[in-house]
């Protein structure tokens, strides 16, 4: 959420961005001391919530004037030269001003606080109207129209599949969301001009996937959606580590069942969504032998390169541990190269969100071959692979230019 602070007052300032700091990572603030310089941000930057004292210079240096921000909050209502914002709360330490101001603050949008500094009254009140502006429900009134994070990163497990992101992080800072109980880091790779997020629900399946994806694009606003972690590759078409790039996902267990000849018999029906198609060509380019260089494959295979495979992976409600499945959804789609829970929930959040849409993608890594020798030996391995890909992707700027 983009907030603009128009006051003179640094203290207030001060205890104003406190508040917002609770909710890290969700906001972004910019601070004016006067009208001359509101003016020019609200002509330029479409902003969720302005919080103007009634008060103010119309430069610095100057002495406040009495219902000067009330006067402003008039223009921008009346004046097509500036970005309305979706929300404004007014602040006020006089009883008179607030009185006389209310009328111009009674809008759907608008809304008045009284000022007091021997009371902590009007933080909470403040607190309360940016808890509800961020929450669900509420995003209608939020105009999207910046990214604030270059990449979100999330994964369906804290362990393996999230560890393996957080060991190979330069620098961490876990964001505590009230009332969520996803776990939330804010991260860097080594470039610290790079906003990147890494997140879980620890938990497994495309509802959790898609509901974890819609939260970070409503809170995060990434630019690039990406999921890492594990899944299960085609036997005869990777090895234990191998990467896997969805380039495109769908539900498997779409589709109906019918009755033939006394048998049941299902019958699939699905829809698949694609990657961007520059993305795909893209992610085509040979990746260099360093980056897997690390690596040495685990198992009676030798030490033989890590290899990135582009192509259908299919995604289920249930672990596959069972040959005939697999074949079954090998007869959908011939090309098929890994069968998982969560890419193509994610990939659904991402194609309908209502919210600034981020390009995605999905990258897991092999750890079993969905049949009955399934274990869990290979699991740390292919995280740590996958997050090496991915950290690929971000660090060498292999897809950042990609919406430009």
Same mark, same amino acid.
Request: glycine content about 6%.
């Given at each position: 959420?983009?907030?603009?602070?128009?006051?003179?007052?640094?203290?207030?300032?001060?205890?104003?961005?406190?508040?917002?700091?609770?909710?890290?990572?969700?906001?972004?603030?910019?601070?004016?001391?006067?009208?001359?310089?509101?003016?020019?941000?609200?002509?330029?930057?479409?902003?969720?919530?302005?919080?103007?004292?009634?008060?103010?210079?119309?430069?610095?240096?100057?002495?406040?004037?009495?219902?000067?921000?009330?006067?402003?909050?008039?223009?921008?209502?009346?004046?097509?030269?500036?970005?309305?914002?979706?929300?404004?709360?007014?602040?006020?330490?006089?009883?008179?001003?607030?009185?006389?101001?209310?009328?111009?603050?009674?809008?759907?949008?608008?809304?008045?606080?009284?000022?007091?500094?021997?009371?902590?009254?009007?933080?909470?009140?403040?607190?309360?109207?940016?808890?509800?502006?961020?929450?669900?429900?509420?995003?209608?009134?939020?105009?999207?129209?910046?990214?604030?994070?270059?990449?979100?990163?999330?994964?369906?497990?804290?362990?393996?599949?999230?560890?393996?992101?957080?060991?190979?992080?330069?620098?961490?800072?876990?964001?505590?969301?009230?009332?969520?109980?996803?776990?939330?880091?804010?991260?860097?790779?080594?470039?610290?001009?790079?906003?990147?997020?890494?997140?879980?629900?620890?938990?497994?399946?495309?509802?959790?996937? =898609?509901?974890?994806?819609?939260?970070?694009?409503?809170?995060?606003?990434?630019?690039?959606?990406?999921?890492?972690?594990?899944?299960?590759?085609?036997?005869?078409?990777?090895?234990?580590?191998?990467?896997?790039?969805?380039?495109?996902?769908?539900?498997?267990?779409?589709?109906?069942?019918?009755?033939?000849?006394?048998?049941?018999?299902?019958?699939?029906?699905?829809?698949?969504?694609?990657?961007?198609?520059?993305?795909?060509?893209?992610?085509?380019?040979?990746?260099?032998?360093?980056?897997?260089?690390?690596?040495?494959?685990?198992?009676?295979?030798?030490?033989?390169?890590?290899?990135?495979?582009?192509?259908?992976?299919?995604?289920?409600? =249930?672990?596959?541990?069972?040959?005939?499945?697999?074949?079954?959804?090998?007869? =959908?789609?011939?090309?098929?190269?890994?069968?998982?829970?969560?890419?193509?929930?994610?990939?659904?959040?991402?194609?309908?969100?209502?919210?600034?849409?981020?390009?995605?993608?999905?990258?897991? =890594?092999?750890?079993?071959?969905?049949?009955?020798?399934?274990?869990?030996?290979?699991?740390?391995?292919?995280?740590?692979?996958?997050?090496?890909?991915?950290?690929?992707?971000?660090?060498?700027?292999?897809?950042?230019?990609?919406?430009?």
């Amino acid at each position: 959420m983009k907030v603009l602070i128009v006051e003179d007052d640094s203290s207030k300032v001060t205890e104003i961005s406190k508040i917002l700091r609770e909710f890290e990572g969700r906001i972004d603030e910019d601070v004016v001391l006067d009208i001359k310089n509101a003016t020019e941000k609200l002509q330029k930057n479409k902003y969720d919530l302005l919080i103007l004292d009634i008060n103010l210079p119309n430069r610095l240096g100057e002495a406040p004037i009495e219902g000067n921000g009330a006067s402003l909050l008039d223009r921008i209502k009346n004046n097509e030269k500036f970005l309305e914002p979706s929300y404004v709360v007014g602040l006020t330490a006089y009883e008179d001003e607030w009185r006389n101001s209310d009328d111009i603050f009674k809008s759907n949008f608008t809304e008045l606080i009284r000022y007091d500094i021997s009371s902590e009254q009007w933080k909470d009140n403040l607190r309360r109207k940016i808890e509800r502006f961020l929450s669900k429900e509420n995003t209608i009134f939020f105009h999207r129209e910046e990214y604030n994070y270059d990449y979100a990163i999330i994964t369906a497990l804290r362990n393996p599949e999230l560890e393996a992101f957080l060991k190979i992080c330069t620098e961490r800072e876990e964001i505590n969301i009230p009332g969520d109980p996803a776990s939330y880091f804010k991260v860097s790779f080594g470039d610290k001009n790079q906003k990147i997020l890494l997140a879980t629900n620890d938990t497994m399946g495309m509802i959790a996937s =898609s509901h974890l994806s819609e939260k970070v694009i409503q809170s995060f606003r990434p630019r690039f959606l990406l999921m890492g972690g594990i899944a299960a590759g085609i036997e005869g078409r990777s090895n234990f580590g191998d990467v896997l790039v969805a380039n495109t996902s769908w539900n498997y267990e779409s589709g109906k069942y019918i009755e033939s000849n006394g048998k049941s018999l299902f019958e699939p029906s699905f829809k698949q969504i694609n990657i961007n198609v520059n993305l795909e060509k893209i992610l085509k380019k040979e990746v260099p032998d360093e980056i897997f260089s690390s690596f040495q494959r685990w198992g009676d295979k030798g030490h033989s390169k890590v290899s990135v495979k582009l192509g259908p992976i299919a995604s289920g409600s =249930s672990v596959v541990s069972d040959t005939k499945i697999t074949e079954r959804i090998k007869s =959908s789609e011939r090309k098929l190269i890994g069968v998982e829970m969560e890419i193509f929930g994610m990939y659904y959040s991402a194609t309908n969100s209502s919210d600034l849409k981020p390009t995605f993608l999905a990258a897991k =890594s092999v750890c079993d071959y969905a049949n009955n020798k399934k274990s869990d030996d290979f699991q740390e391995y292919a995280a740590k692979t996958s997050a090496a890909y991915i950290k690929y992707l971000i660090c060498d700027n292999v897809i950042s230019d990609l919406n430009n």
